[in-house]
Nanobody, 126 residues
Framework: QVQLVESGGGLVQAGGSLRLSCAAS????????MGWFRQAPGKEREFVAA????????YYADSVKGRFTISRDNAKNTVYLQMNSLKPEDTAVYYC???????????????????WGQGTQVTVSS
């Protein structure tokens, strides 16, 4: 069983930055792809970013491309989401997810991810 714990959320003004962290209870090198998703009130959970097992491939939602950067440090069992130029529409609970289906797979939908954190709130004020 893999446990994921997010941190780094908070309240920030539009245009500001935050860095989210996701610490895994096991070696992140053993869970392959990892992703970040978010869910705003009254909306469905949506894909934000994903990164492959060794970090060589990254994927982003169009809404965050050029502003957010996902990275991972398998030595520290941690995945990061650097969020710059934040907008009020980025306000949501952000979830970290891990997928152990295989080293070559990187999913941009929620269903294939087996492990989820509890989420961290990000609020961007205008």
């Amino acid at each position: 069983q893999v446990q994921l714990v997010e941190s780094g959320g908070g309240l920030v003004q539009a245009g500001g930055s935050l860095r989210l962290s996701c610490a895994a209870s096991t070696r992140t090198s053993s869970v392959y792809a990892m992703g970040w998703f978010r869910q705003a009130p009254g909306k469905e959970r949506e894909f934000v970013a994903a990164i492959s097992w060794r970090g060589g491939r990254t994927y982003y939602a169009d809404s965050v491309k050029g502003r957010f950067t996902i990275s991972r440090d398998n030595a520290k069992n941690t995945v990061y989401l650097q969020m710059n130029s934040l907008k009020p529409e980025d306000t949501a609970v952000y979830y970290c997810a891990a997928d152990s289906s295989g080293p070559m797979m990187v999913h941009t939908t929620a269903d294939p991810y087996e492990y989820w954190g509890q989420g961290t709130q990000v609020t961007v004020s205008s």
